[in-house]
Nanobody, 120 residues
Framework: QVRLVESGGGLEQAGGSLRLSCVAS????????MGWYRRAPGKQRDLVAT???????NYADFVKGRFTISRDNAKNTVYLQMNTLKPEDTAVYYC??????????????WGQGTQVTVSS
């Protein structure tokens, strides 16, 4: 069974920084991509950033220039460095892993979510 363990969330002031980490474990044959999504109160879940196993990245417009996604393939870990935080970044952040099992079947796995709160 695949499990995602997140860490790094918390309370920060506007302009500050946080670094989120997510470690994937379990029966994963290969990882296509890892990423971060967020859901603000009363809002739908939005993509924040993704990164493929090859290092290609994709960012939502509202975080470009402020957030950086990175990964360590050997450790099945993805990071999200969040700088210049804004109150509107307040949300539950979810780690996502798109992985394949031994039969090459693709599945998306999600973490429990970690709360990021940015005060003004």
């Amino acid at each position: 069974q695949v499990r995602l363990v997140e860490s790094g969330g918390g309370l920060e002031q506007a302009g500050g920084s946080l670094r989120l980490s997510c470690v994937a474990s379990g029966r994963i044959s290969s990882v296509d991509a890892m990423g971060w999504y967020r859901r603000a109160p009363g809002k739908q879940r939005d993509l924040v950033a993704t990164i493929t196993s090859g290092g290609s990245t994709n960012y939502a417009d509202f975080v470009k220039g402020r957030f950086t996604i990175s990964r360590d393939n050997a450790k099945n870990t993805v990071y999200l460095q969040m700088n210049t935080l804004k109150p509107e970044d307040t949300a539950v952040y979810y780690c996502n892993v798109r992985a394949r099992n031994m039969y090459y079947v693709v599945s998306d796995y999600w973490g429990q979510g970690t709360q990021v709160t940015v005060s003004s």
